[in-house]
């Protein structure tokens, strides 16, 4: 069986990025020129992906019109034959099927997800994190798709360093071969001393629809979140459960740092921008150099 739809959660409050996502959801918050949110849905649709379901606030719904057509400004760049301007807004209109549900309040990632249980309805889906963007030869939700198929539920992983583990969900695996893992716990945000292993959970996951009767059944924890993992682990005690250990490069853009680093890591990418962008870097980092060890 395919796997034809993907959740893409993206009503939580960006807190991290303020005053960023004061107004502007930080899903839409660009990587050079591109919103975040196009990105992960074009990784999406390159992984065989039709339907979007994304998982917005109700007061916060511009990632819903970010695909939708904007006809005012079509026209305008269509009487100025700026045709290439005009294929950039129309592009993402066509990438799939777009359909939104609401999450009135961010009660958690898990209670995102389960939003979405009557659009998914009973099949195999995708879940995306758009705050975790990846740079990969194939992409990161395909990699998934390859090793786990639609039957079994699978996640991406990442090894992290030690002082990061607190900020993940980490997996307790059996080795499988390079790479590949049966999932066996899992431990939302560990204090280092007690994480199973420094396998951290990434924002990709391939779900069976039986996750849902889980993530409803599901006790809130602090701040009355219902957590992903907290779903997750139920659901790996009840059938077998892949973790794979991506291909590629991950930047987080909920956080200051991974957004930097992407527009930079993405900028280089770009053959208009990346000799300019190179020069500019190596004269900085000279400048700065004898300064900072001085
Ligand atoms: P994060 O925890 O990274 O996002 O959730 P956040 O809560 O918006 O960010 P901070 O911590 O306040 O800075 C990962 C993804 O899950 C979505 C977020 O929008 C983000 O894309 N999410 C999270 C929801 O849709 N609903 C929630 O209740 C929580």
Redesign the pocket.
Known sequence: MKIRKAV???????????PA?KVI???LLPVVDKPALQLVVEEAVASGIEQIIL???PNRTLGLAHFQPASALESYLQQRGKNDMLEAVRQPTRLAQFVAVW?S?????????LQAREAVGDEPFAVI????IFDCERPCLQQLLDISGAATPSVALMRVAERDIPKYGIVAVRAVRPRLYELQGMVEKPRIELAPSDLAIV?RYVLTPDIFDLLAQAQPGAGG??QLTDGLLALSKKRTMLGYEFEGIRY?L??RLGYLTAQIGFGLKRPELADNLRVWLEMTLRADGPRGRG
């Open positions: 893409i959660v993206a009503a939580g409050l960006g807190t991290r990025m303020l996502s959801p930080k899903e998982v917005l606030n999450q309040e961010p009660l958690g990632l898990g209670h995102a997800v994190l758009p705050d975790d924002g979140e219902i987080d909920g956080d």
